[in-house]
């Protein structure tokens, strides 16, 4: 077999065992009860922090503009 033969075959191989795991059937996990009181923001999580877009770039940089922003481009700090 040619080498491109041989990336044929794995690609092949690699398709049919993804196909194979989407086609087994995962239980859903079940969302746990409500809670009489409403749960609190942690502490170690600031406000401002939560309120940030969030999106990380491949360096590990963290977007530092608001949640849902509307801008296409994210600045990173």
Known sequence: MSKMDNLRAMREARYEQAAARAGRSTPKPTMPEP???TPQM???VPEQEAA???HRNMGGRTCTREAGHAAKSHRYS
């Open 35 to 37: 809670q009489a009181t």
């Open 52 to 54: 940030l877009c969030g």
């Open 42 to 44: 942690s502490d170690d």
